[in-house]
């Protein structure tokens, strides 16, 4: 009589699983499946904590409280099934796949609705950095997205390290950028930045729209490189065919191209502020007469228009010194050029400023 040794619960034979196609033993990925199935089903607790994260996300995000969208994403459920899809992709198992990606799509639209509502009882309009600093991404953050994915694809299947999921979920963001689709979908052209300037009239940061726009472009990219990552560890240590990681992360990430272009394009304008950044310290550091050191910095925006590059610098600057704003604009515009290494144009607007110091001293103590 020939004993079944895959040790797969009786009556229950996950599908996708295959002796004949997989290095890891059965008996660890009926286990590894039945536990990821479980977590990705939809299901009332999924809805429910997913539905809280997402109200402590909005309330954090418009009170620019860092801690409370930390803890949203610590509660946050959603990279469950978006790790169950990675490994039904392997796994062929067509069921796990269409289960969890209705979770994926239903928590998408629970999360954008919630952050819609809590945005439009609460009333609040001024946006804070925290919700600006997920409006635009770049290249950095599909790195961030596929180290995650890959760690956390491996702390799924390696039971002695997974607690180390929770911090999996602070390092790559989900819930938040939703919530700011929301936000952004709410405030509409009303958003007002801290600065008290509207959003609609400021091009570097524009709308609500434009914000709702870049927050789910960083859901997308961290979507992707999470599901690319994930398919791919599973496959190194033996789960599935091992030829399909290869093939559905490389599909991926020609998916992604549409994606990565304008990643790059901010990728770009981060390293064009950095380097602006950089030269105004040097600048000051050398004593040149570019740049006193009674100047600060507020603002540094890089677009590109046309294909040129355009870089505007907002600055607070003595009023005295504003008789050699012009020749300093321009060794500055060319210093701009040969560190970037291409024709910058250069819009430098100064907040002049008076500084009144005033000292008081103690009284002098009388004379005995």
């Known amino acids: 009589m020939q004993t079944n040794e895959t040790n797969t619960p009786v009556g229950k034979e996950p599908s996708g699983l295959s002796s004949a196609t ?3 033993s059965s008996k660890d990925s009926a286990l590894l499946f039945d536990q990821i199935e479980e977590s990705s089903v939809p299901s009332l607790n999924f809805y429910f904590m997913l539905g809280m994260a997402t109200a402590i996300a909005s309330f954090g995000l418009l009170s620019n409280s860092a801690p409370a969208i930390i803890g949203a994403m610590i509660v946050a459920p959603l990279m469950s099934p978006i790790i169950g899809f990675s490994f039904a992709a392997i796994m062929g198992s067509n069921k796990l796949a269409l289960r969890a990606l209705i979770s994926i799509l239903t928590g998408i639209v ?3 609705s919630i952050g819609y509502l809590c945005t439009t009882a609460v009333g609040l309009r ?7 600093a997920r409006t ?3 290249t950095l953050d599909l790195m961030v997205a596929l180290c995650s994915g890959a760690a956390a694809a491996f702390a799924h299947s390696r039971i002695g390290i997974a607690n180390s ?9 989900l819930v938040p950028p939703l919530t700011v689709v929301g936000i952004g979908l709410a405030l509409g052209d009303s958003a007002v930045s801290q600065q008290a300037i509207a959003l609609s009239d400021f091009h570097h940061q524009g709308s609500g729209s434009s914000m709702a726009a870049g927050a789910f472009l960083l859901f997308v990219t961290n979507f992707l490189g999470i599901v690319a990552a994930a398919i791919l560890v599973f496959g190194l240590q033996g789960y599935g065919n091992w030829r399909k990681p290869f093939v559905v992360a490389a599909a991926l990430m020609l998916l992604s191209i549409f994606v990565v272009d304008k990643l790059d394009r901010r990728l770009e304008i981060i390293f064009v502020e ?3 950044k950089r030269l105004f310290v040097e600048a000051i550091r050398q004593n040149t007469e570019i740049v006193s050191e009674d100047a600060f910095i507020l603002q540094v925006r890089g677009e590109r228009m046309d ?3 355009n870089v505007s610098i907002v600055m607070l600057g003595l009023r005295e010194n504003l008789d050699r704003v012009e020749t300093s604009a321009e060794t500055f515009r ?3 050029s040969e560190e970037l290494g291409e024709p910058v144009s250069l819009r430098l607007e100064i907040l002049p400023m008076q500084v009144v110091v005033h000292e008081v001293s103690p009284p002098t103590p009388p004379d005995n």
């Open 22 to 24: 997989t290095k890891a």
């Open 110 to 112: 629970l999360v954008i």
């Open 126 to 132: 001024v946006v804070g950095s925290e919700i600006v």
């Open 136 to 138: 635009a991404p770049s």
């Open 165 to 173: 999921i929770a911090g999996v979920a602070i390092a790559v963001a």
């Open 274 to 276: 950095d380097a602006v």
């Open 307 to 309: 294909g040129a590059l």
């Open 334 to 336: 060319q210093l701009i």
